[in-house]
């Protein structure tokens, strides 16, 4: 094991509170998963252990049907401590939408990342996407022009087939990619630090039900059981002084 791994891996067996956080975004091709993957890495590792992401598209299995990919992703959201969402695209992902204003309904610590360099603001200017989706406590904005960083760590010739050929020797692109992965992490992370220490909104008097019905309102395969699961999930928020 890499020794700056190893490192923060100990601390989290020593004293150290760690905090699980939803990845949600598109997993539906190549780049999808393996950016979530390699962002989700690059957040433990600048995090030092800290913010550990849970990957739906871990989680899911092809022979899943509809309804129990919703379910799962709905129990595997509500069981982490913060959440992170990916708004990139013309128009954002419709699950990713549901799962943000299921964690506003549970009063979640939350961030919204857009790295996409498109404007789907449709004339608003205060975030590049539905004002709908916008504007709500406890929640961290970060919008990074990766394309921008990415090509200030790119080499500069690549015009001739021995410059190609150097470039791919050496790595160039992948070095440039997780280059900005890493910085993309490290925004991320302070993002997940400030909101963190956003109070909880959620009056103290209300939390119980609010949760009971989170756990009914979807209608879930197994209701008795999920409301022992929603309980256990309340009390371990309770424990880390989230709600």
Same mark, same amino acid.
């Given at each position: 094991m890499n020794p700056v791994r190893l490192s923060w891996v100990l601390i989290i067996l020593e004293d150290f509170m760690s905090y699980t956080i939803y990845f949600a975004g598109d997993l539906f091709d190549h780049k999808h998963l393996a950016g979530n993957a390699s962002l989700a890495t690059a957040i433990a590792e600048k995090s030092e252990g800290r913010f550990l992401c849970k990957l739906p598209q871990n989680y899911e299995s092809h022979t899943m049907t509809a309804l129990e990919i919703r379910d799962n992703d709905l129990r595997l959201l509500i069981g982490c401590d913060l959440a992170?969402?990916?708004?990139?695209?013309t128009e954002l992902d419709s699950g990713t939408v549901v799962?943000?204003?299921?964690? +506003?309904? &549970?009063d979640m610590p939350s961030v919204i990342l857009r790295t996409d360099i498109r404007n789907a603001s449709a004339g608003h200017d205060e975030n590049p996407w539905n004002p709908m989706v916008s504007n709500y406590p406890r929640t961290e904005v970060v919008v /990074?022009?990766?394309?921008?960083?990415? =090509?200030? /760590?790119?080499?500069?010739? =690549?015009?001739?087939? &021995?410059?190609?050929l150097r470039h791919y020797k050496e790595n160039g692109s992948c070095k440039s990619a997780a280059a900005t992965t890493d910085w993309v992490a490290g925004e991320v992370v302070v993002a997940l630090e400030r909101v963190l220490e956003q109070p909880a909104r959620l009056p103290p008097n209300q939390v119980?039900?609010?949760?009971?019905?989170? &756990?009914?309102m979807p209608e879930f395969g197994e209701a008795a059981g999920d409301? &022992?699961?929603?309980? +256990?999930?309340?009390?371990?928020k309770r424990r880390k002084g989230l709600i």
């Open positions: 992170l969402f990916n708004f990139d695209g799962e943000y204003m299921y964690a +506003k309904f &549970a /990074l022009n990766v394309h921008e960083r990415y =090509q200030s /760590l790119a080499p500069s010739s =690549q015009n001739s087939e &021995a410059d190609l119980s039900t609010v949760y009971d019905w989170l &756990a009914r409301l &022992a699961y929603f309980e +256990k999930v309340l009390e371990a």
